[in-house]
Structures are given as structure tokens and as C-alpha cells.
């Protein structure tokens, strides 16, 4: 299984990395259409461009690779961002509607998924076609999670720290109900995937916006530098550990 599997076990690390790929993904994604004044739709093509290169590499190799799977995971974090904002911002139709268009299209392939294979398990992985409608499932969860963010802290209000506590809160119960109860770790892992990604796109916010707006006001370019240092560790840490556990 290991050497035929292509996707990245469930573990501790593999939640912190998902949260800072999702905080670099929102980050990144604003520095593109906002700081660099490129707008939306000319995000969604560079974001759009890099998914799809990096997605073929990942889909032509045999096994698990710990840096190309983390390169795919921020790629639909950073298209997932720029496709939300085009969305909400762009079609305008909202936080609210983007929200619930994004969860249709990750229950629809969450159905589909379910449909063709009698689960939803996402290790070990190996088929191709089991593997596309795994990065469908997680680009829809992530540009879902950006939208779901959003509306958290701008239409209800919340504000950027309040809105990353309740999602963190949340995901933490997520944590204590695989661990503690027999709910079904399927369906738990979908949904702590799903509330990682607001929690990393309203800790990206409070991060680049300004402090009128109750942000730390670092930028988006340097948050986005801060979140790629980390993840940099993360990889090195993972590759290793992955390297120990099969040798």
C-alpha cells in the first residue's frame, strides 16, 4: 500500500501543514489579484496555470512525493482563493450564495466520489481516477472555505480573530470526537477539512489586513513569505519523516 499510494497520511503534522497551506493559499492569492492590482479573473488563469502543471506531475508519479503533494495542496488553496473572490466579488453574488454554490459543487463531488467507489476514504490512494475526484473534492473544500471565511467575519460581523477562534474552536471538536468517540473518520476528516480552510483564510486576513480593520496589517507579501518559510520546514520535516518509514 505504501508503495502504491500517492496521497498523504492523516497525522498532526499533516493538519498543521493544511492549516498553513491554507493561510499561504489565501495570502498568496490576494497578493495576485490585489496588491499586484492583476484583479480576479487574471488570478484565476495564473493560479489556474500552476494547479494544472503541478497537478500532472503529481499524477504521473508512481508514489508518494511529500513536496509535490504539498505543492498541489497550496495550489488549490491559492486557486481556491482567487476563485471564491471571483465568485463573490467579480459575479457578485455574495459570501452567503458563493458559500452555499462552493458546498454544492463539494457535495456533488463528494456523491459522485461515493458513488463510483462505496467511499469516501482518502488513503491509500492510487487509482488516477480515484485521484481526480479527490484534488476536485479538495480544490471545491478549499475555495469553499475562503467564501465560508469571509462571510464569517465581514457579513455576520465577527471580525477577523473572532471568526478563526469559532473555526478553530470547531475544528478542535472535530479533533476530540475522532479521538474520543465512533462517529465515522470519514466524515470527521471531511469536515475538519472543510473548517481548515476558513480558519486559514480568516488567520490570513487577520494577518494582511489593516488594524482599522482589525488585522495585524503585515501585507500580503510578507505573510504570504512568513507562511512559505513555514511550510518550507514542514515539507523538509515531512520528507524526511516519510524517508525514516520507508526504509
Given at each position: ?12 503534522l ?10 499561504l493559499?489565501?495570502?498568496?492569492g490576494?497578493?495576485?489579484?490585489m ?14 496555470a ?8 503529481q499524477?504521473t ?45 463539494l ?25 481526480f ?5 479538495i ?46 473518520h ?14 486559514g483564510a ?37 520528507q ?8
Amino acid at each position: 500500500m505504501r508503495t502504491a499510494n500517492k496521497v498523504a497520511a492523516v497525522s498532526i503534522l499533516f493538519w498543521l501543514m493544511k492549516i498553513v497551506a491554507t493561510t499561504l493559499g489565501e495570502t498568496l492569492g490576494d497578493f495576485i489579484s490585489m496588491t499586484l492590482h492583476l484583479g480576479y479573473t487574471m488570478g484565476i488563469f495564473i493560479t489556474l496555470a500552476f494547479f494544472i502543471l503541478i497537478l500532472s506531475v503529481q499524477l504521473t508519479l508512481k508514489k508518494y512525493s511529500p513536496s509535490v503533494y504539498w505543492l498541489v495542496i497550496i495550489g488549490t488553496t491559492t486557486l481556491g482563493t482567487e476563485i471564491s473572490d471571483f465568485i463573490d466579488r467579480t459575479l457578485h453574488t455574495g459570501y452567503l450564495m458563493g458559500s452555499l454554490i462552493l458546498l454544492s459543487g463539494l457535495l456533488i463531488s463528494l456523491f459522485l466520489w461515493n458513488k463510483r467507489y462505496g467511499n469516501l476514504e482518502v488513503y491509500p490512494i492510487f487509482e488516477r481516477n480515484k485521484e481526480f475526484y479527490y484534488w476536485g473534492a479538495i480544490l471545491f473544500s478549499n475555495s469553499l472555505g475562503t467564501a465560508f471565511g469571509d462571510f464569517l467575519s465581514d457579513n455576520l460581523g465577527l471580525g477577523y480573530m473572532t471568526g478563526a477562534c469559532i473555526t478553530g474552536v470547531i475544528i478542535l471538536i472535530v479533533v476530540l470526537l475522532h479521538y474520543f468517540t465512533k462517529i465515522n473518520h470519514v466524515l470527521l476528516f471531511w469536515i475538519a477539512f472543510v473548517f481548515t480552510r476558513p480558519f486559514g483564510a480568516t488567520f490570513g486576513d487577520l494577518l494582511t489586513k489593516p488594524l482599522a480593520k482589525g488585522g495585524l496589517d503585515l501585507g500580503t507579501m510578507n505573510a504570504s513569505l512568513v507562511s512559505l518559510l513555514l511550510m518550507v520546514i514542514m515539507i523538509f520535516i515531512s520528507q524526511r519523516k516519510y524517508r525514516e518509514t520507508s526504509s
